[in-house]
Structure formats: C-alpha cells, structure tokens
C-alpha cells in the first residue's frame, strides 16, 4: 500500500499537477486516435513494471514534469548563448529561432490535423511544403509578381496578397487531390497501405521536382521583396521580414484555431476526427470534411513555404524531406492531433534547433532534435500537453 | 506433407537448387541483382515479423541494418582475413542486442509514437556515423573487400555468383527459422498481442516480453541483411542507410502482402527490381539526360501508388483471393455471382 502510494503513474501526478479527470480526457479527444496514447496502465510497460520503486519514482517524476523540463533545458541554452555571445547573439539567435519555429509551426499543423483525421503519418507533407514553395517561385517570376514587389509599398502589399492566395490555394488542391487519388480508395483498407501511397506521393513529388528544377538549389526573388530593418534592440537588428513573417504565421494560425472552433465546418472535422462512424451518423459529409482537413494542411504548409523562401532565398527539391521530419517531431512533441500543441511544438523545436546548435556546434542541430524526441517518447509519449490543450469544445 | 518442419525444408531446399541453377543461366549483373533481392528479403522477412505479425510499425530497420553493416566493416578493417561467416555472426549479435534495448523502449509506445522514434533512429543513427568519422569513415564510409570465391569452384568463377550464393543461403536459412517462428506457438502468441493486448495479457501472454522478443528476431534479420549489403556495395557510408531503406523496407512488405513470408519475397522482388528496370526503361526512351536521371524516383512512387490501389491487401492477398474465387468458381462452374469483367 505505502510503495503504492510512492510509486507515480499517470492517474497519481506529483505535486500540483492535478489529475485529469477521466471526463475532461474524453471530451479533449480533439484530434486524438486513443491507441496512440500509451497503455501504461494495463500494465505492459517494461519499466513501469520491473523496475525498482525508486527508479519508478524518478521515471514518474521526470515524466510528470517533462514540460517543465523542455522549458528549464530550452531556458538554459538560451542563457549558455547569452553568457557565451552576449545579448547581441542571444537577441539575433532568438529572432532566427521565431522564424524557423513559424515555419515550423505551419508544417507540423499539417502534420498534426491530417493524423487526427484519418490517423496517417502523411509522408507526402513535406514535400507539398515544397511544392508550393515552388508553385509560388514559379508565379513570382512569371506574372510580373516580382516587379510589382518591387515597384512600391503598395505594390508590395498587393504582390503578397497575391502570392499567398495562389499559392495557398494552389497547394490547398494539390493536396485535395493527393487525398482523392492515393488514400481515400484505401481508408477501410489494412491501416499500412495509406503509409505506402503517402510514401509514393513522396517519391512522386520529389521525382518530379527533381526533373524539372534540378538537383540544385534554386534561388528564389521573394527574398529581397521586403527590405530594412524595422528597429534595433541594442544591436540586434530586427528586419521588417522578420516581423511580417511571424506575423503572417501567427495570423495563420489564430485565423485555424477559429475555424476549427467556431465554424460548423471546424466542428465537422472536430467530429470527424473523434469518430468517423458517429459523425457520419449524425449526417457530416466525411469526404468533404476530410478533404478540407487536407485543403487547409497544404495550405498552411504552402504558407510556410513562402515564410521559408521570403527568409532564406532558396529552395531545393529534397528540402521537403528534412523540414518534414522535423516538423513532425514538432507535432510528436505537442501530442499528435494537437493543433495547438502543433504549433507551440514548432516553436520549442524552433528554440532547441537554434539555441542548442548554437551551443553544441551547428552539425549537432538535427541529432538534438532527435534525441529530444527520443526523451519525449520515452519520458512522455503523449507529447508535451497530451490531450487536454487542444478541448475547447 | 502435415509437419511444417519438414514441408518448410522441402521448400527451401527446392528454392535453393532453382536459385543456384538460376545463377548458372543469367549474367553477371542479373546475379547481383538476384543477391541485392536476397539481401533486401532478410531484413523484409524480418521487418514481417516485427509490422506484419507483431503490429509493431518500425521505420528504423535502415538503422539497424546500418548497425550489421558497421560492425562487418570495423570487424574488418582490423581483421581483413577473417573467414566471411564471422562478421556475418558479429553483426547478427551486435543488431541482436541493439534490437532487445531498441524494443524494451518500443514495447512501451503505440501507433504514431512507435513510428516517431524509429524515425528518429532511422534519422539519428547515420549521423552518428558522420560525427564520429574518424571510427566510422564519415560520408565517405568504410570499404569492404569483395567476397572472393573459393578455388575449388575453379579460377574464373565470377564474384556475383559466389555472392549470389551465399546471399541466397543466407535468404533461405532466414526463411526456413522464421516460417518454423511464425508457424509455431511463439507465431500464434505474436499475432496474439497484435489482435489485441488486453486479451493476450488475459490469456497468460507476457506481452512486453514478446514484444521485445519480435524486436530482436527482427533486429537480427536486419543486421544478417546489413552485413550482407556492405559486402554487395563493397562499402558502407551513411547515405547507404537512410530513412529511404528503411520506407523501402517497409512498402517491400506491405505491397507483398502484410504479415506474410512469402509476401515478403514477392515485395522484396519489386522493390528491388523496379528502379532497375525503370532505370532501363528511362534510358530507352530517348529523353534528356537530365529527365531521364530523374524520372526513376517520380516513377517508382507512380508503382508504389499504383500497386497499393491495385491491391490494398498487398500481391499476396490478391492472389489468395484470386485463388479463393477460382477454386470457388471450379466447383460450381454455374455460379452467377462472378461475371468475368470484374
């Protein structure tokens, strides 16, 4: 009885961290598939069983306060980069890590909804980001768009309208149409043939932009679109592409966070997502609600495409690939189906990219954030906010 | 034949002597191509058992495989004379044991979780590689010596057959315990906890246990497969082992039917073959060198879609039930339910 009560499960939190009541769970099943939570409690963890007590206390304490954690460890970088570079790198390390963490952010939302909804790791995400990275390279220099940009404040304005809303809603169907032609025929079929047609619409896109924009990288104009330094703080220079760019993604986001919550269409894919045969029942069109899920995804990944090329100027075939695994360890990171937790994932994963390659040496960036990943899986499996973040219904 | 022992030996032995005459009739590069098959299907027939029978999704066999073809080369670069089975046994060993600490953290994560921190494995682990490359070779990689056959099959015997062979054994003893694993009682207890843990932790299954013991079987396939791959390059560098393998790996299984060995053989065959004969195709068509490179990797996604659409149920599942329908339609031959352009 007395080891019982030291011994922390998920159901025993220590200290203030009040328990989640069985209830609340249920109802914040946002966009959540529950075999993905772990199974701690029937007992068929390795650890949670054998090993000793005070073992079993450590290993519930880390993992009941593992947010805590990520914040003290992402706090701590960022005072190593402080006492190692001083304000001005700490100031421009952190600027670079909020925009990063916005691409991010756009990404793993995606990632995130699309998981929700039909329960499929979508390997072809990243590769929509780059795609429509391109579709917008491909608009700015054939309509002028450039020029324009060029031309004056308005015409800026107007360029970027323009270039957001194509490109958005040209990925927007690319995605309507990925979701048509190489999963919706398999939705009732065995829960790995999905993984295998995301893998070829993988393999697809990058084949094809491979084929036409070549091995290398491409340089993209939209990065001198925005010009000068909006104000200093000390001497970090903080851009006016910087702000625009956080600023357009935070939008974004709050401009979802809306729709998911507000709309009728919102509470459809909210339905959708907790039980496909229960929403159906109640009348929700599955295809057009699960196709949206897909419209907004790309679009949002589209987004962040033109956040990517607008900041770093380039872009390559295979860069899909690579923002794609990161940005779904940010997804992993804030509970995957988490919209909210989505997007605050790819901020931290934003921060330990920047502040702990800066300290560790910038090769290191990528093993960090897999080694992270490797810590939340073992520590935390449901991610930083589990489920209840994202229940605003 | 009603002994499974006896019957799975019949079949790999009869595999065996078609495959070793098959040697005889192709050229040198289709017998390589016969080896990388061979290869690819130790760690798909492994992969089957951890995804296809265990339900235990793992994107990270790359890793692992990476981990066999590591400790071949270093056990080589200090021991170049060593006799081939040795390194062959090392890296069984050493994937074994990462495969036991890989699936204790496994055997607690589900669904997306799992599939996160294989990725990360498959991810992480070539990295290591890189960063350590003063042991490791870096992006260059480690060489390793082609096999060399032994002078008693005669001076000109080529170096892809003995290859092919030894491939090809290795394919069918892997094959032959595996079949026996999965037929047996420890096969029924794996797709127990699969169906459904709960009811498996009723029935008196350990299911951790056997979690970890599907992890370690597969493991070792793939270090077995590692190994062998380093000898089929000659090399072993990191970008031989990325996340690609390890998707390869795992749409070999699932387009040759999910959970079945001989799926597994029949996934292997594709993956394996397609890009050359892609490759083939692309060079014959007359196009520009530079659509021509890159049209392989857009069209082997256009087969890997295709293919699942085709069959969701993988190849071995459609022929099962082309079987089912054909023996069905064979017994009652006036049957109106089937019309023939179904």
Redesign the interface.
Known sequence: MTQESVGVGPTQPLGEAPAPSPRRERKAALLV?P??????H????????TAVPAFRTTYGFISHNFPAIIMIGILASVLGVLAQGGPTLMGNQMRNALVLGAIYALIAIGYTMV?GII?L?N?AHGDVFTLSGFYAFLIADHFGINKLAASSGFGLLVALVVIFAVSMLLAGITGVLIER??YR??RD??R??????A??????????M??FF??DNVTTHQASWINGNAFTLGAVAVRWTDLFVLGMALVLMFALGAFVTRTRLGKAMRSTAQDRQAALICGININRTIATTFFIGSALAAAGAIIYSINYGSLKWNLG?HVG?IA??AA?LGG?GNIVGAGIGGFLIGMIYVFGGSLAGG??S??LI??I??LI??FR??GLFGVDVASRS | MRNPLLRHATVCVALAVVLVLLTYVFDAFTDYKIAGVAIFFIAAAGLTVLTGVNGQLSLGHGALMAIGAYTTSLLLKEQPQLPMILPLLAAIVSTGVAGAVIGVAAARLRGPYLAGATLALAVGLPQVAVHYGSVFGGNQGLPVPVPTPPSALGGDFPNERWLAWIAIAAALITLFLLANLVSGATGARLRAVADDEAAASLAGINVARIQVLAFVVSAACAGLAGSLFAYWVGLTAPSGFGLSVSLQLLSAIVIGGLGSLSGAVLGSFLVVMAPFTISDLAGNLNLSSDVANNLPLALYGVVLIVTMLAFPRGIQGALFSLWRLAKRNLRRPQAPTVSTTA
Do not use: K, Q
């Not at chain 1, 075999?35 to 701690?40: H, K, N």
């Not at chain 1, 790995?192 to 047609?197: D, E, M, N, R, V």
């Open positions: 598939a075999e993905g939570l772990i199974a701690r029937r007992g068929s963890g390795v650890m949670a069983r998981y329960e790791i390997f032609v190489a025929r398999l079929a065995p790995l043939a999905p993984l295998i047609t893998i070829g619409v993988s393999f697809l896109i990058e084949g094809f491979l084929a070549g091995p690939f695994i779904f360890t992993v995957i090769a290191w990528e093993s897999f080694a990943l490797v899986l073992t499996p449901v």
